[in-house]
């Protein structure tokens, strides 16, 4: 795993953590809150939506030495939500794209953002957060996902794709990562594809239970592990 992907990885955790922290401003912070608050509407129903997870996802990077551009929202761009930049022999080199998702959006809207991470010559970091888990929610979404990247396989450059996803789900406190990496040792694409989103999930007792999955992280509070060999 490149120091890169160790980089996203941790990222992506930590911001699952401190997601699963955030207070509105009608409560009390808590020790492992972060510093962003949530507004409450006025039916009191909270949702977090895919600007809070940027927003928090910047705030991890001013610790590291990452520098980072955020997409004008006003602008029609073919630029991710968010784009990594490392200063490299005097000059701002882009390392990674961020695309931000919240919920279940439709089969067109995901298409057009992994494109975005496909044909672009660096590292992905798809970040999707889901408010609880439902089974046949996740299975959609993977479905989505899949053929979005089936469909995007002429926009590949170099032969080869790195992209991190990231599902974080707010209520049960839990999240998985896996990376995506595809080069041409790897064999056919729509194969490869078809095979990365192996997991499956049941609820028991109130806790997310992986019955199927590979190679996926699984992070939740206190507890954490990776789905391996």
């Not at 895919?50 to 996802?57: A, F, G, S, V």
């Not at 450059?157 to 998985?176: A, G, H, R």
């Amino acid at each position: 795993m490149s120091g890169l992907i160790q980089d996203l990885l941790e990222i992506n955790r930590r911001l699952s953590f401190e997601l699963w922290h955030i207070t509105t401003i009608k409560d009390k912070p808590r020790g492992l809150s972060p510093r962003m608050l949530l507004p409450t509407q006025v039916e009191g129903d909270i949702r977090i939506g895919e600007h809070e997870p940027m927003i928090l996802y910047c705030g991890l990077l001013n610790g590291l030495s990452y520098y980072y551009l955020t997409e004008n929202p006003s602008e029609m761009s073919a630029s991710s939500d968010l784009n990594l930049f490392a200063f490299r022999d005097n000059s701002f080199v882009k390392v990674a794209g961020v695309e931000f998702k919240a919920h279940n959006p439709g089969e067109e809207i995901i298409r057009q953002d992994v494109r975005k991470l496909v044909k672009d010559k660096v590292t992905g970091n798809w970040f999707h957060i889901l408010e609880d888990f439902d089974p046949d929610t996740i299975k959609d979404l993977f479905a989505k996902l899949t053929k979005s990247l089936r469909t995007c396989a002429d926009s590949l450059n170099d032969d080869q794709l790195s992209i991190l996803f990231c599902f974080c789900i707010l209520e049960k406190q839990w999240t998985c990562i896996k990376h995506f990496y595809y080069d041409r040792s790897r064999g056919d694409f729509d194969t490869y594809v078809e095979n990365f989103f192996d997991l499956d999930c049941v609820v028991e007792s109130h806790h997310i239970v992986v019955s199927k999955g590979l190679d996926w992280y699984i992070f939740q509070l206190y507890t954490e592990g990776f789905l391996g060999n």
